[in-house]
């Protein structure tokens, strides 16, 4: 696969999950008004929910103590990874690493975008069996946990091989 082809997969990967995550996100704030539903959740599935959160913190709420200006402090640092992965999608050269980087991205952005605008990120997917529970997440969240199993099961299942007649330390 040619370089550019491979920026242009990822770059269509991001677009979509970002599309995807911010629409869904809307339609949970501001059509289904989850927030405001009467036990602040709906059931979908005996397993799961749409179950509203705000989540001040990254991943699985961690970091949710920076302060008032802890929501501006995670996003640049977001967008300082999203500049990296940018760099990292120009040099991909398989759609596999290339969607996955740009699932990453999108999801990144999808995140940001929710900083920005509200302060925190709207989480809303629940799922749970009995009383186990996982956290509360969102398809930013969702599209950035596939895209980095993905690059691992890449990087694991798609090696490349090493040049003959060259020593390499054990």
């Not at 995807?20 to 927030?35: G, R, T």
């Not at 920076?66 to 992965?85: C, D, M, R, S, T």
């Not at 299942?157 to 090493?162: A, C, D, F, H, Q």
Request: net charge neutral.
């Amino acid at each position: 696969m040619t370089p550019g082809i491979a920026y242009r997969s990822g770059f269509i990967a991001a677009v979509l999950v970002l599309a995807a995550d911010q629409a869904s996100k809307y339609w949970i704030v501001n059509v289904l008004d989850l927030e405001h539903q009467p036990l602040g959740r709906v059931e979908l599935l005996p397993v799961l929910n749409l179950t509203m959160v705000w989540n001040q913190g990254v991943t699985f709420g961690l970091l949710h103590g920076l302060g008032a200006w802890g929501h501006l402090v995670l996003a640049a640092i977001a967008l300082v990874v999203v500049a990296g992965l940018c760099l990292w999608l120009r040099r991909a050269d398989n759609a596999l690493a290339a969607i996955s980087i740009g699932a990453i991205a999108g999801g990144a952005v999808g995140n940001v975008i929710d900083r920005l605008r509200y302060g925190a990120v709207v989480d809303f997917i629940h799922a749970h069996i009995g009383q186990w529970s996982w956290y509360v997440f969102n398809v930013a969240d969702a599209a950035i946990v596939c895209g980095v199993a993905a690059l691992i099961l890449e990087s694991q299942l798609l090696r490349r091989p090493r040049p003959p007649n060259v020593n390499y330390p054990v």
